[in-house]
Structure formats: C-alpha cells, structure tokens
Nanobody, 124 residues
Framework: QVHLAESGGGSVQAGGSLTLACSTP????????MGWFRQVPGKQREGVAI???????NYADSVKGRFTISRNTARQSLILQMNSLKPEDTAMYYC??????????????????WGQGTQVTVSS
C-alpha cells in the first residue's frame, strides 16, 4: 500500500475550525476501513473518527457534533472537518487504514498503515 500523508494542521483559537486532509492514493474505500486518530505526548492514542468499508461512521464521544469525517473518492482524500475546536483537541492527528477486505461487511482489522501526522494546536 502507498503511504498516507496528512495535511491541514495548524494553530487556531478555541471555537475555530480546521480541515485535515489525508492523501490516500492506492486505497479503495470499499475495501479499507479508514480513520483519524490523535495522540498527546504521554497519553495513549485515541480514535477520533472511523469510516468503515460500508461507509458507516463512528465518532469518539468527545468530538460528536463538532467533527465530520468524509471521503473524497475523486481526490482520493480522507477529510476531517473540525469545528468548535477546544484546547483539549490539541494533539498530533494521524490518518490510518486497515489492511483491507473483499467484503464491505467484514469488520475493521488492525490499522496497519499510518501517515506521519499533522499537529493541531488549539489555544484558549
């Protein structure tokens, strides 16, 4: 699989918005579960938003109603729209993909493919 590459991170004040994009060349959305994760130094990485092979979406409770994950098939991009940002959203954000499956009904597997991450900093 081709590596993933995130972009769009930056610094913003609380209440602001950012849009993250992940270039996903070579991935087929109907085969791969894909998602956004974040990590703060010294803490465990957490899932933020996942979109599975059947396009079912799940969000972490902490971002529901504020973040939106989407796939742009034409541009081969995974998007995370982040609104109403809070200081606690500050983290390194990563996009990831699992190894893929032939059936859209197959559950998501281990996320084997990761981007290099993009930093999001929200100031109060």
């Amino acid at each position: 699989q081709v590596h993933l590459a995130e972009s769009g991170g930056g610094s913003v004040q609380a209440g602001g918005s950012l849009t993250l994009a992940c270039s996903t060349p070579g991935y087929t959305y109907s085969r791969n579960c894909m998602g956004w994760f974040r990590q703060v130094p010294g803490k465990q990485r957490e899932g933020v938003a996942i979109i599975n092979r059947g396009a079912v979406i799940n969000y972490a409770d902490s971002v529901k109603g504020r973040f939106t994950i989407s796939r742009n098939t034409a541009r081969q991009s995974l998007i995370l729209q982040m609104n109403s940002l809070k200081p606690e959203d500050t983290a390194m954000y990563y996009c990831a993909a699992d190894r893929g499956a032939d059936s859209i009904w197959a559950p998501c597997a281990e996320y084997d493919f990761w981007g290099q991450g993009t930093q999001v900093t929200v100031s109060s």
